[in-house]
């Protein structure tokens, strides 16, 4: 009898050494590729990489100049929107046309600083308008106003007091016998302690500044109190302001190179757009306000007092942590007719209870409430007029 065949295969012996020849060659390929590929990445360029930048991927931050403009580009940040209902007055220094010395606040080719500045502060006005600001300049056209020095400054800080403005930017650009000078400064008026309000703001415009136009000078401290430039007296527009007052010295025009760049519209744009933004951050950091609750009127009599509202310009919006303390305690200070007096603080309502002080003369006083918020940010009018009748 035929014997049947088996059907059962016998296993045939594994190439140990064809596999891991296999693997080693897998492994080595994707190597080779995964450097192929990282200098690609690396060399190639940016599509549209603008000629002159610096290419991110292979340049050290130590190589990156400084100096180097970003593209033109000057998108609208998104907290730029608590500037919504703000009112700004933007001062455009100096009387258009008026040249009284023939190279007066001119360049050594002859560019005006009169024309610059108000071209600067209506590129200003389209990024503050554009977001909700309410905005006034207190002159629109490069034409002399025909008024005395003292009387035209008068009336331009009387257009943000006559508003009760939150700010008055007064925009100008610096002169110095030596032409290498160039650097940003920003003032506001007497000394810190007396108007808190402007060197807060003046903070934020002066970052705003510097990082938009790039100069290659910084001095040590570049906000300062007019005084050092004029002592114990101040500039005569920010001396009049009543509301947050700030002079900004963006550059000098006196400068051979920054005097070209300053012709240039994109460049006035430029400066423009760090204003914007200082102001935006500004805004973001709250502004804080005060308001008389009690009695309406203002008038007291010896057992009565002033109740006044807290706004710390954060805790309104509602947003996350809004029921935490944004006022700094140590901050509070309250005065009446110029003398501190003592009052009584109710965090819960917001509110200050002020009581008249021993010896205050019959009549009508200044009620001063300030304090800073998280953010430094001081109030922006501080000051309510009251009564007293004892």
């Excluded at 998108?75 to 023939?102: C, E, K, M, S, W």
């Excluded at 914007?276 to 308001?291: C, E, K, M, S």
Aim: net charge positive; aromatic share 8%.
């Amino acid at each position: 009898m035929a014997r049947k065949r088996s059907t059962v295969r016998k296993a045939t012996p594994i190439d140990w050494h064809l596999w891991v020849d296999r693997a080693l060659w897998v492994v080595l390929g994707a190597g080779v590729a995964w450097v192929v590929a990282s200098y690609v990445i690396r060399a190639a360029p940016a599509p549209n990489w603008p000629v002159g930048v610096p290419d991110p991927l292979r340049t050290t931050a130590a190589e990156y100049p400084w100096t180097q403009a970003p593209l033109p580009e000057f998108p609208l940040p998104p907290y730029a929107r608590f500037l919504q209902g703000t009112t700004i007055v933007l001062d455009p220094g100096h009387i258009g046309q008026r040249d009284p010395g023939g190279t007066w606040k001119r360049g050594p080719t002859g560019l005006r600083e009169a024309e610059v500045n108000l071209r600067v502060a209506l590129y200003l006005r389209e990024f503050l308008e554009a977001v909700g600001a309410r905005v006034v300049l207190t002159r629109e056209v490069d034409r002399s106003l025909d008024l005395p020095d003292v009387e035209d400054l008068r009336r331009r800080a009387a257009v943000a007091n006559d508003l009760r403005a939150d700010l008055f930017l007064s925009i100008h650009h610096n002169a110095a016998a030596d032409p290498r000078a160039n650097y940003t400064v920003v003032f506001y008026h007497g000394r810190p302690q007396d108007n808190p309000a402007s060197v807060a703001a003046g903070r934020f415009v002066l970052q705003g500044l510097q990082d938009a136009l790039r100069l290659e000078r910084h001095i040590d401290c570049a906000l300062l109190s007019d005084h050092a430039m004029t002592p114990n007296a101040g500039f005569a527009v920010l001396r009049h302001a009543q509301v947050p007052a700030v002079l900004t010295e963006a550059s000098f025009f006196t400068h051979p190179d920054e005097e070209q760049r300053l012709r240039d519209p994109v460049y006035n744009r430029r400066e423009a757009y760090g204003l914007f933004v200082g102001l935006a951050r500004w805004a973001q950091a709250g502004l804080p306000r005060i308001r008389l609750v009690e009695p309406a009127n203002g008038v007291i009599g010896s057992r009565g007092a002033w109740v006044v509202a807290l706004d710390n310009g954060l805790s309104g919006r509602r947003g996350w942590g809004a029921e935490l303390p944004q006022l700094l305690e140590g901050t509070l200070s309250v005065r009446v007719g110029g003398r501190p007096v003592e009052f009584r603080h109710d965090a819960a309502k917001s509110q200050v209870r002020v009581t008249p002080p021993r010896g205050l003369a019959a009549g009508k006083h200044e009620l001063f409430v300030d304090f800073a918020n998280v953010f430094g940010q001081h109030v922006l009018h501080p000051r309510i007029a009251v009564e007293y009748r004892p």
